[in-house]
């Protein structure tokens, strides 16, 4: 009976083990489908990202192309037997200068490939040097002499990485320089044929940098110089729009809203947020910029710095534009009145200081000195000092006597006129005010811009553009800045 | 004498080579003097600038060293036998690991060392088994299959590195793995030990990153997550400053010049300027601080993110004090009634705003929940609702009328009460008005960042200050922000 029992318990047991391990087994599959559904999903995910930052920027996938190419030619090396017979293991120097070396812009390129040469011939001269010292000094002292020759160049050169002006330009070339000459001298202790050695891999090291240069200059080359240039009038523009659409927002209210869709003139309003943040983009680009050759219409000394400066001009000019759009969408709303009495010459100072950066972009774009811009900024000048003159008569706008000043406006000209005087808190109208104030502030931070892109245009011999002059002159400076185009640069004076 | 004729010329010639030989000597011993005395003196004050940066900040000595001693160390493999027999030439690898990886904070130097390692090994297992599969398909097929499989994967993974989410963190380990996969499948082809080549080659660079790791943690580390802590908190002290000095020059004129000298009031006046350009260091700093094990007050997962946020919030008060500073600047001066009616209540509002950031600095520094910052903030928004009743009531300072809210200040009660009504323009009051309306904004700009540093109280479960608040309750309660020091961040709480 109890071995009947125990028999009967034991298959229970063995029922139980086998459910629980089917049950066991299903859990475990379960997991890992889920696990791998889950990575699945990531990947997918991951993959259509990337495959975004590849479509909104096509030349990411050409640089990647040049990569491979660059690589497969290099490879060669070892491949095709003549070139591995002349350089043996050593071929392995070209491959890693051309995987650390090649960089997105030609710019970057040539500075490092540059850097790595000089840097790589440099260390190896003064290594050979310090070993040849070294071994003359006998066996006991080599390894001395070599190590503490090492230790001392090696925290001298990190010490010069810290140096801004060295760090701008020569930064990998000290980090190379560091490391051939701890190679060379030290390995010099051990290798045998040291100077075959080092001028092998000199060879091999300026084989696979000229191999980089050339595929980045010649295959769809992306430069530094024009992407500072491409950055820099697009900010132009992005700040322009911002301006233009701010003003027109609080000012022109419904109708404004009703011609563009919330989401559109949203992103217009929030470019200036671009300008603010491209401050380091832009002293990278420019750095690279001037190690590039002449193309297109740069020549070799185009003054890459006053691209920079410009961009600082463009930053001060945006962070008064974020204080305003912040003073906007605060909780003190302005009186209706006052607003509508501002509305058009604000809306025409905006507008002007939109047509002036605008304009100031299609000089850089077209390189050439506007015959425009110097009636721009008059109307631009003039248009901020009829915001003045409206609020140098403003408390008359509520309190309104007979004032010499009203004779040179005729907006202001209503049956006011004669009503009884009207009192309204400053409360009300701190808005508008402050609206107006920064404006005008705005007005003297786009002539900076106005100036600082002069000087570009004086550095970069800009020429006049004559035709258009002669053309244009007469309709020109008739265009009021309400009749032109909001939202996009003007365009017009490219097709010339 | 045709001969004596000749002779005497000869003689004559030879007189006057001379001369213009001695000439010639000194003006070349000139100019070499000269090039030598200038390149002497450029070399001078190079190196006394070089000097100047390090003595700035002794710790960029102490990384020198650090770099030097790494390197010392690691090229015993070469001096040491035992060493070197056990790796041989991949010694090198060590040694340029060192050189490559170490950075001058010790979380950039992890996070090279853990991308290098993983990148390395990683792209060692691959590279060989494509190497095996390529051996497989015969001495035709071989150089196609790897030529082909280095192609494809060093393209697709250059791609992945303008992806931003893998840029942040594994830019460089992806760049090794191209270096690596490329070198293993390509040079496979030639090498017979391929294997043993391998793992001698990922031992060293593992031994190499492990003694950075070592030298960087171990003597005197700089970390990146202390440099974003310091950079934040001293950037908030600045733009405390700023906004005090700004707000005291302004409505306080002579007394605050006579304070302080123009150049230190100038320096402090412009720190924001440091608030502004920030944003990139902040944003490396915090990419490097999460690399980082806990150190000083610091766990392992503090949430260094919220310092970047903290950063752009900073920085937007910072553009619109930027904003203010240019108002302040400009030409429309400000009609000296106006300013002296609203300087009490306005630089009671600047005082608190600094009150509140430098409490905040304290907050940060401390990593202690302040028991004062509510009733700061309180004081702040209470200024601020005292300036927008005043801005409210204004009009009545020019046109008095007998009005209810009189009854709630006492400054404004003065002789003009009875006076007949006096108008002025108010292109003369709009300096002081958009000054108050961009104080009112920043004073909700402080309250973003108030509310960041909160939130970074809240993750890094910052603990509430027990004995202070007990101890200086009832006096804190009644410290008026004109009694606090101006210039230098309140550093009383630091003590207890």
Not at 202 to 218: A, F, H
Not at 259 to 274: F, I, N, P, R, T
Not at 289 to 306: K, V
Not at 329 to 353: E, L, R, T
Request: charged share 20%; proline share 3%; aromatic share 8%.
């Amino acid at each position: 009976m109890a071995r009947g029992n125990d028999m009967a318990k034991e298959v229970e047991w063995r029922i139980k083990v086998e459910e629980d391990d089917d049950t066991l087994q299903k859990t475990i599959v379960g997991c890992m489908w889920a696990v791998t559904a889950g990575l699945a999903l990531k990947l997918c995910k991951f993959v259509k990202k990337a495959w975004e930052v590849g479509v909104n920027d096509p030349r990411k996938f050409i640089h990647c192309l040049k990569v491979g190419i660059a690589l497969s030619a290099v490879s060669l090396f070892y491949y095709w037997k003549p070139l591995y017979d002349g350089v043996g293991g050593n071929a392995m120097w070209a491959v890693m200068t051309v995987v650390v070396v090649f960089e997105y812009t030609a710019g970057a390129t040539i500075c490092k490939t540059v850097n790595r040469m000089c840097g790589t011939s440099l260390a190896g001269f003064l290594g050979i040097g310090v070993h040849w010292v070294a071994s003359r000094a006998g066996e006991q002292w080599e390894p001395v002499i070599a190590g503490v020759s090492v230790f001392l160049l090696a925290s001298a050169a990190t010490f010069s990485r810290f140096i801004p002006s060295l760090k701008a330009r020569f930064d990998y070339g000290i980090l190379i320089f560091i490391l051939t000459f701890s190679l060379v001298s030290i390995s010099g202790y051990r290798v045998d044929e040291l100077l075959v050695m080092a001028q092998y891999r000199v060879c091999t090291i300026i084989i696979g940098s000229i191999m980089c240069i050339i595929v980045s200059v010649i295959i769809r080359p992306i430069w530094a110089g024009f992407e500072l240039f491409v950055l820099v009038t697009g900010n132009l523009d992005k700040l322009a729009n911002s301006l233009r659409c701010c003003v027109v927002q609080y000012f022109g209210g419904s109708e404004a809203s009703e011609a563009e869709s919330d989401e559109v003139s949203d992103k217009k309003l929030l470019g200036y947020k671009c300008v603010l943040s491209s401050k380091a983009t832009e002293e990278t680009m420019a750095n690279f910029a001037r190690w590039e050759p002449a193309h297109g219409r740069f020549n070799f000394r185009h003054p890459w710095r006053q691209y920079v400066k410009i961009g600082a001009s463009m930053r001060s000019c945006a962070s008064c534009l974020d204080a305003l759009i912040g003073c906007i969408n605060s909780d003190n709303q302005a009186s209706d009145d006052m607003k509508k009495n501002m509305s058009s010459i604000s809306m025409k100072v905006g507008a002007n200081c939109a047509s002036v950066i605008r304009e100031l972009a299609t000089t850089i774009r077209k390189m050439k000195k506007s015959s425009k811009l110097d009636i721009l900024v008059t109307q631009m000048n003039s248009a901020a000092q009829e915001l003045r003159s409206l609020l140098n008569s403003c408390p008359y706008l509520v309190n309104p006597p007979h004032n010499s000043k009203r004779s040179t406006r005729t907006e202001t000209a209503s049956p006011d006129d004669l009503a009884p005087k009207i009192e309204i808190p400053l409360m009300e109208i701190i808005q508008v005010v402050t609206v107006a104030s920064l404006l005008i502030e705005i007005v003297a931070r786009v002539e900076d811009i106005v100036e600082n892109v002069e000087e570009l245009s004086d550095l970069a011999n800009f020429q006049p553009e004559m035709n258009v002059k002669s053309k244009q002159h007469t309709s020109d400076s008739k265009v009021s800045p309400d009749q032109q185009n909001d939202g996009e640069p003007v365009r017009t004076l490219q097709m010339v």
